[in-house]
């Protein structure tokens, strides 16, 4: 009896720090996840190192590619990719 006793608090502190750390982070990066994978040409992305740009391509190997000014594009890593600015409207069929 004595040892169960012993186990709860640090079972308790267990469960604190899942709900308030690991949970939410696990939550972030799922979204991050499925905002990468619903990337399409024309949206325009900010990178994890500040660039701004529209998406022109976009490959399968894991790359897209930025215009980041007027016939300047770049290859970016699809992970590297913060946040999408402006979503663009799938084309109508």
Known sequence: MQGIESLIPLILIFAIMYFL???PQQKKLKEH???????RRGDQVI???GVIGKVTK???DGEV???ISK???VR???SSIATVLNKTE????
């Open 21 to 23: 750390l690991i949970r």
């Open 33 to 39: 996840q499925e905002m990468v994978a619903a990337l």
């Open 47 to 49: 990178t994890q190192g």
């Open 58 to 60: 976009v490959k399968d």
């Open 65 to 67: 590619e930025v215009e």
């Open 71 to 73: 016939g300047v594009t």
């Open 76 to 78: 970016v890593v699809r």
């Open 90 to 93: 799938p084309a109508a069929s």
